[in-house]
């Protein structure tokens, strides 16, 4: 799982609209804009999702995740989630390549793309308030059933957010025949991109994912570190 910067996949073959006597119907300058800004908007949240899952999700775990559970049980289950977070990063470069022949296989009356854009955002987004829950709290009930439905919750909400991701980058070369309108379109979803994971730092403004998991992680970490089971002993 990596920040959208760049395509992930350029084998779709382009499909532009054409009337029937097979001359192709150019689209309007508004339209156009329309496209480009749709498009662009699309990767802002897909780049603030990530920071979720990077930036904010290791402190969490570190510092936050396990403040009500004994500080020996904590450290190992904290070791087993950073594991598993490394080794799906290794399982990602055999992966990806699958992932972009199923997008590439897809066909649904809604096209290749929608489908994976909507399912993969809407299961990840669901997913991602039960990571940042602690499954709903069960981390706090049961540390066993906790990470064992934490590692199959983790390994699925990676994989949707691969396929939104390898979708999004993939549609490219479906949206344009011309290599000046496939760089725009690429250039356009880098820079939202940007916004979306480094926005509060270089824009001076704050993602919606900076402005709900920030106070979250911050007042979280002030309990863990006047926590006993976090003080120094």
């Not at 396990?66 to 977070?85: M, P, Q, R």
């Not at 824009?203 to 106070?215: D, E, I, K």
Request: net charge positive; with cysteine.
């Amino acid at each position: 799982m990596s920040v959208s910067q760049s395509p992930e996949s350029e084998s779709q073959s382009p499909n532009p609209a054409g009337d029937e006597s097979g001359q192709i119907n150019r689209p309007t300058k508004a339209e156009t804009l329309r496209r480009r800004a749709a498009y662009a908007f699309g990767n802002l949240g897909q780049s603030a999702f990530y920071n979720a899952l990077s930036t904010y999700f290791v402190v969490y775990v570190t510092s936050v995740l396990f403040v009500n559970v004994e500080k020996a049980l904590a450290t190992k289950l904290i070791a087993l989630i950073t594991s598993l977070i490394v080794i799906i990063r290794i399982a990602e470069i055999f992966l990806d390549p699958l992932l972009g022949n199923l997008v590439d296989n897809t066909n649904t009356r809604f096209g290749r793309f929608r489908p994976w854009q909507f399912i993969g955002g809407l299961v990840s987004a669901v997913l991602l308030v039960m990571v940042y829950t602690g499954l709903f709290g069960l981390v706090n009930v049961n540390q066993t059933w906790f990470i064992v439905l934490f590692v199959v919750v983790f390994i699925v909400l990676d994989v949707f957010y691969s396929m939104r991701d390898i979708s999004y980058w993939g549609m490219i070369p479906a949206i344009s025949s011309d290599s000046h309108e496939r760089s725009v379109y690429t250039a356009l979803g880098t820079f939202t991109g940007s916004i979306g994971y480094n926005g509060r730092d270089h824009f001076g403004g704050a993602t919606a994912c900076s402005l709900v998991l920030a106070p979250k992680v911050s007042r979280a970490g002030r309990h863990s570190a006047s926590s006993p089971h976090c003080s120094a002993s």
